[in-house]
């Protein structure tokens, strides 16, 4: 680690300390809520974007995707939500018309009875078929959306576990060459010290010789009359 990183490491930990709270909040209220509840739906958009942009600033990758992806899902949840209005809006509209048709066949004049009671049974298929067709569309869109926040979040999660490889083989790559260039010095160092010590033997024989030649010289001198 870096020493300029130390103090965002400090800010992380600090961080994660305060949303503590945050998360028990989570895990004791919004956790019993429907997953499309406005309230809970709001608290994810603005967690999600408090987390995204603490992990930028704290240079924490992981923070920064996870709050990204929570943003994301909770933008998708709200979506599915408002299809839900729109379908439940429209469901109560044909039921109001259902309820206006009926009340104006029993207001109606006998001889128009009959042509009415057909209106509200043609107007009660109708609006059958529009709540049908409105749960069933708003069913597709929230598993459409519901799918996409899923498929988003695994893309994220292998990218977060790519970029953590790669970070890795990087390290384990940068070790290894500190580690060889190691051991390169210490093998020219032992080269240096067998060259050394080699010397040094050939200039100690060359002082043996030298002495015993000197005292070769002296005996002769030594014989002569």
């Given at each position: ?143 459409a959306a519901k799918?996409r926040i899923d ?75």
């Amino acid at each position: 680690m870096k020493i300029t990183d130390i103090p965002f490491s400090i800010l992380r930990t600090q961080y994660r300390i305060a949303r503590i709270p945050l998360t028990l909040f989570e895990r004791g209220v919004l956790d019993r809520m429907e997953p499309e509840a406005p309230a809970r739906v709001f608290y994810r958009r603005a967690v999600g974007a408090l987390d995204a942009a603490a992990g930028s600033a704290l240079r924490d990758t992981d923070l920064e995707e996870r709050g990204l992806a929570e943003v994301q899902r909770a933008a998708e949840l709200g979506e599915a939500a408002r299809l839900d209005e729109v379908a439940e809006r429209r469901v109560q509209q044909a039921d109001a018309q259902l309820r206006e048709k009926r009340r104006q066949a029993e207001a109606a004049p006998q001889e128009a009875r009959t042509k009415a009671q057909r209106k509200i049974a043609d107007a009660r298929t109708q609006a059958d078929a529009t709540k049908q067709a409105a749960t069933e569309n708003a069913a597709a869109r929230t598993s459409a959306a519901k799918k996409r926040i899923d498929d988003a979040a695994d893309q994220k999660i292998k990218a977060a576990q790519k970029a953590k490889t790669n970070a890795q083989n990087r390290s384990r790559a940068a070790e290894k060459s500190v580690t060889n260039a190691a051991k390169a010095e210490l093998d020219d160092a032992a080269d240096k010290r067998r060259a050394a010590n080699g010397a040094r033997a050939h200039a100690d024989r060359l002082d043996e010789l030298g002495d015993a030649e000197k005292e070769k010289r002296q005996a002769a001198r030594a014989r002569k009359p």
